[in-house]
């Protein structure tokens, strides 16, 4: 059992930047790792994707390019940096845990093993 926590979300301007951090209550060099998000009234969409190593990251198109996943298995954390961001960015975030074993995709919610309650991110002028 995987405990995750996020922190690092607020309110912030169009084109501002934000750094979310999640951290594991035990060790998350077995799993893969990533986020997701949603929006009112939407589904949780895939972020982003880290693998066990940190060596391999996917992206969603509507962030490649701003957003940068990372990860500090050392600490049991992982990070998203998020630049330019925008009004649709607005969304809460999730980090999620997986070990691999579920038969979804990894853009699928149900891939994942374990999640985080959240962390409330608005992009607004």
């Known amino acids: 059992q995987v405990q995750l926590a996020e922190s690092g979300g607020g309110l912030v301007q169009p084109g501002d930047s934000l750094r979310l951090s999640c951290a594991a209550s035990?060790?998350?060099?077995?799993?893969?790792m990533g986020w997701f998000r949603q929006a009112p009234g939407k589904e949780r969409e895939f972020v982003s994707r880290?693998?066990?190593?940190?060596?391999?990251?996917l992206y969603a198109d509507s962030v490649k390019g701003r957003f940068t996943i990372s990860r500090d298995n050392s600490k049991n954390m992982i990070f998203l940096q998020m630049n330019s961001l925008k009004p649709e960015d607005t969304a809460v975030y999730y980090c999620v845990a997986s070990s691999g074993r579920r038969t979804a995709t990894i853009f699928e919610p149900n891939f994942y093993d374990f999640w985080g309650q959240g962390t409330q991110v608005t992009v607004s002028s």
């Open positions: 035990s060790s998350i060099s077995a799993y893969g």
């Open positions: 880290i693998t066990m190593s940190g060596k391999k990251s």
